[in-house]
């Protein structure tokens, strides 16, 4: 499962909880549609979100608030790579979420969307 579909299934989610996009950090790179941005526009719409949707590259890739918390998500996809690749892969999105941390007027929640597949659950079990 790729980034591109954790990213749009997580937004999908967070809006359906009632929760406020403000920005969305696309997938770039090897295997990334360019296209990515239409569909989470189309698929958000679809869900019946009109507000507009602010896209990033310097920030988790997604941050929504409601009036009580602020959330920050790092999406991680699986790729076809080594044990080995999907491991650091795994690593570094925790690393990422760790480092959204900082002040907030409202509760903070930090969170990482990843596949249910084997790789990443022994990761975790670890």
């Given at each position: 499962?790729?980034?591109?579909?954790?990213?749009?299934?997580?937004?999908?989610?967070?809006v359906?909880?009632?929760?406020?996009?403000?920005?969305?950090?696309?997938?770039?790179?090897?295997?990334?549609?360019?296209?990515?941005?239409?569909?989470?526009?189309?698929?958000?719409?679809?869900a019946?979100?009109?507000?507009?949707?602010?896209?990033?590259?310097?920030?988790?890739?997604?941050?929504?608030?409601?009036?009580?918390e602020?959330?920050?998500?790092?999406?991680?996809?699986?790729?076809?790579?080594?044990?080995?690749?999907?491991?650091?892969?795994?690593?570094?999105?925790?690393?990422?979420?760790?480092?959204?941390?900082?002040?907030?007027?409202?509760?903070?929640?930090?969170?990482?969307?990843?596949?249910?597949?084997?790789?990443?659950?022994?990761?975790?079990?670890?």
């Amino acid at each position: 499962m790729l980034e591109n579909t954790i990213l749009v299934k997580t937004t999908k989610w967070l809006v359906s909880k009632g929760y406020v996009l403000k920005k969305i950090s696309v997938p770039r790179g090897k295997g990334y549609n360019r296209d990515i941005k239409s569909v989470i526009e189309i698929e958000l719409k679809d869900a019946g979100y009109t507000e507009r949707i602010y896209f990033s590259s310097d920030s988790a890739d997604i941050i929504a608030e409601n009036k009580d918390e602020i959330w920050k998500v790092e999406c991680k996809g699986i790729g076809f790579g080594k044990t080995q690749t999907n491991r650091n892969n795994f690593d570094r999105a925790l690393a990422s979420v760790v480092t959204y941390f900082n002040e907030e007027a409202k509760q903070q929640v930090l969170a990482l969307a990843i596949p249910n597949v084997l790789p990443y659950l022994q990761q975790l079990l670890h």
